[in-house]
């Protein structure tokens, strides 16, 4: 692979005692970054990028996503999480087929390439055609077949979403050297029961699979729960062994110190999702509580049928400043606090810390260069608070996964839009909404 030298950038490597090194020279080749340096390598013969006036970071990764739901953006705004979930989302859902899922899950990789994105993890069904759109795109993701079970009738062995997992895991899992992974799914407390489980738990842990669950997302759901089995959806999913593996709980707006208590013995990671939690009016997740308990908490931006965007740039700010306001201080999330969300602690929650989430030699080069020379990004007094509080998606200049550019200036290198525009406009929207 061609080697790409970054010249005379703002280097935003994460780093813990030197987050931020400017006038920098960043080198990629074979898929690493090699070196991290004041100068440039000498006898350099490859692509140089010139970086002044722009700032270089580690890709950002989304750690709560249903990417398919991209073509319902704007379908049904303005509800509540149940009226906006059985009114409107599942029936239309019902109509979807693999060329749908597959169509969606193009276009809103292309929006979250074009905004920094480089790793997101994903829960829905239809999961062939969003792996096949991920492989054909080049971005990292954790993938995994959401599972419900609403009878007691239940089978391992023949339950449909169980009998997808295992494929999955045999067909997909550590394909192109670890870029795709597979990981198991619940959908949630309220939409399933012991028996699926203790099942899907059992099967996570003795294959070393990841686990992704909504947790406590709404009072109602929280609150029905320990109504139905005297105990939070937390601690229940806990007595079936779903926490026996690295996992992920999406949302927990409504977890109490127990909760957090017991999250952070499992070592159970956090995706906090602050738009779709305002906007369905589901209430603020206590994430300055959850990290002060030592819980890994990542950054999500649930589906856009809920938030109606993909720019993580726009969760940054908004973990940023939520907490502020409900907490009474400046200080509750700081500008590096928000960033780390969004890069270091979402590369651990995905089982990535090893490879991605800052700039340091060795890592893949998981890499996004924004445009800092733009009105609203002048002038720069401090390169993080900048990127907390004015950047946009719409600054990235440049995508690259393990040193591949996938967005460059405007322009996909693995992605054909006008192809998936026409595919949405002749057959999926028709078929979706008639």
């Given amino acids: 692979m061609e080697q790409i030298l970054f010249s005379g950038v703002s280097a935003v490597t994460m780093d813990e005692d030197v987050p931020v090194r400017p006038d920098s020279f960043v080198l990629v080749s074979d898929g690493k970054i090699v070196s991290v ?14 970086g002044r ?16 739901m991209t073509i319902l953006r704007g379908y049904a705004d303005d509800y509540d999480l149940q009226t906006w979930l059985t009114k409107y989302i599942f029936p239309v859902e019902a109509k979807l087929d693999g060329r749908c899922v597959r169509a969606g899950a193009l276009l809103g990789i ?49 339950h449909e979403g169980c009998v997808d997992m295992r494929r999955l895991h045999r067909e997909w899992h550590g394909r192109d050297f670890g870029r795709i992974r597979i990981e198991a799914s619940i959908h949630a407390e309220y939409t399933s029961n012991p028996r699926l489980w203790a099942a899907v738990g059992e099967y996570a842990a003795d294959n070393g699979l990841g686990m992704h669950v909504h947790l406590s997302e709404t009072r109602k759901e929280h609150e029905g729960c320990v109504a139905k089995y005297g105990a939070t959806p937390a601690a229940i999913l806990d007595r079936y062994g779903v926490w026996n593996t690295r996992a992920v709980a999406a949302h927990c ?83 590096l606090d928000a960033l780390r969300l969004a890069t270091v602690n979402g590369a651990r929650a995905q089982g990535r810390a090893g490879e991605c989430g800052r700039i340091a030699p060795g890592l893949d080069a998981d890499l996004i260069l924004l445009d800092f020379d733009r009105p609203h990004l002048v002038p720069c007094h401090n390169v993080l608070s900048n990127l907390v509080y004015s950047a946009r998606g719409s600054d990235v200049v440049l995508t690259m996964v393990r040193g591949r550019i996938l967005y460059r200036d405007g322009a996909f290198t693995t992605i ?19």
């Fill in 110 to 158: 292309a929006e979250a390439i074009a905004s920094g994105t480089t790793s997101f993890t994903d829960m829905y069904y239809f999961c062939d055609d969003i792996l096949a759109a991920v492989e054909e795109t080049g971005i990292k993701a954790n993938i995994s077949r959401g599972t419900s079970l609403f009878t007691e009738d239940f089978s391992f062995d023949s």
């Fill in 416 to 434: 054909d839009l006008g192809k998936v525009r026409r595919e949405l406009d002749e057959y999926v929207l028709p078929r979706l909404f008639g």
């Fill in 253 to 335: 707006v409504w977890v109490t110190e127990p909760d957090m208590d017991l999250l952070a013995e499992r070592g159970v990671n956090v995706s906090h999702n602050p738009v779709s939690n305002l906007k369905l009016a589901s209430g603020i997740a206590p994430v300055p509580a959850l990290l002060a308990k030592g819980i890994n908490v990542a950054l999500g931006t649930d589906s856009v049928a809920s938030n109606n965007s993909h720019d993580l740039f726009e969760e940054i700010k908004t973990a940023a400043l939520i907490h502020k306001g409900a907490s009474g201080n400046p200080r509750a999330v700081s500008a």
């Fill in 37 to 50: 340096s004041d100068a440039p390598p000498p006898d350099f013969t490859g692509e140089t990028i010139d």
């Fill in 53 to 68: 006036g722009k700032v270089l970071m580690p890709g950002l990764i989304n750690c709560h996503t249903h990417i398919p």
